[in-house]
């Protein structure tokens, strides 16, 4: 079983930088993928970021890209969301999700129903 926990999540100024990490466990975890998402209240979950666990591969929502980076460290079995030039429209509750298997097409990333594990999200608050 795999278990997916974010932390780092703050309250921070609009303008600021923040890094919200997402560390798993499971006794042989090998993903294919892994996601950020996102969520305010009154809206449904959207993507954020995604990268492959092997390999190149990064994919970013359109709201995000040139503020955002995903990043990974495999032997920490860790994930992090860099964040920056933060506006009050990025506060929401960010989920870090993890893929099992094979996907094909970038689009693919962008769908919370392609993964298979999730963690129990961390609060981001950007204040204006």
């Known amino acids: 079983q795999v278990q997916l926990v974010e932390s780092g999540g703050v309250l921070v100024q609009a303008g600021g930088s923040l890094r919200v990490s997402c560390a798993a466990s499971g006794r042989t975890f090998s993903p294919y993928a892994m996601g950020w998402f996102r969520q305010a209240p009154g809206n449904e979950r959207e993507f954020v970021a995604a990268?492959?666990?092997?390999?190149?591969?990064?994919y970013y929502a359109d709201s995000v890209k040139g503020r955002f980076t995903i990043s990974r460290d495999n032997a920490k079995n860790t994930v992090y969301l860099q964040m920056g030039s933060l506006k009050p429209e990025d506060t929401a509750v960010y989920y870090c999700?993890?893929?099992?298997?094979?996907?094909?097409?970038?689009?693919?990333?962008?769908?919370?129903?392609?993964?298979?594990?999730w963690g129990q999200g961390t609060q981001v608050t950007v204040s204006s």
């Open positions: 999700a993890a893929r099992k298997s094979l996907m094909l097409g970038s689009s693919s990333y962008y769908y919370p129903s392609n993964y298979d594990y």
């Open positions: 990268t492959r666990w092997s390999g190149v591969g990064t």
